[in-house]
Nanobody, 122 residues
Framework: QVRLVESGGGLVQAGESLTLSCVASGDINCLTAMGWYRQAGGKQRELVASITSDCTTNITDSVKGRSTISRDDAKNTVYLQMNSLKPEDTAVYYC????????????????WGQGTQVTVSS
């Protein structure tokens, strides 16, 4: 089992920056992709950014050019740096991690953090 703990959320003004962090612990030896989703009030959860074990990244269009995802495997941590924040970036941001278990028939499991609130005021 993988445990994910996010940090770095908060209240900021439009145009400011935030860096979210997510630390993985537990059964981390089979981690592959990690990333961030967000969910605004009344809306579906959407993928913000992801990064594979070989550091291939994918960033959704709505934050592309303003956000960077990175990972430090020595620290079992994934980061999401967001710049030029907009009120529409307001959401709960959830960290996720995929694990693949070769000895269990390449079973793929995903783990989720509890979420961290990001609020951007105009």
């Amino acid at each position: 089992q993988v445990r994910l703990v996010e940090s770095g959320g908060g209240l900021v003004q439009a145009g400011e920056s935030l860096t979210l962090s997510c630390v993985a612990s537990g059964d981390i030896n089979c981690l592959t992709a990690m990333g961030w989703y967000r969910q605004a009030g009344g809306k579906q959860r959407e993928l913000v950014a992801s990064i594979t074990s070989d550091c291939t990244t994918n960033i959704t269009d709505s934050v592309k050019g303003r956000s960077t995802i990175s990972r430090d495997d020595a620290k079992n941590t994934v980061y999401l740096q967001m710049n030029s924040l907009k009120p529409e970036d307001t959401a709960v941001y959830y960290c996720y991690a995929d694990s693949i278990y070769p000895r269990r028939g390449y079973l793929l499991l995903d783990s989720w953090g509890q979420g961290t609130q990001v609020t951007v005021s105009s």
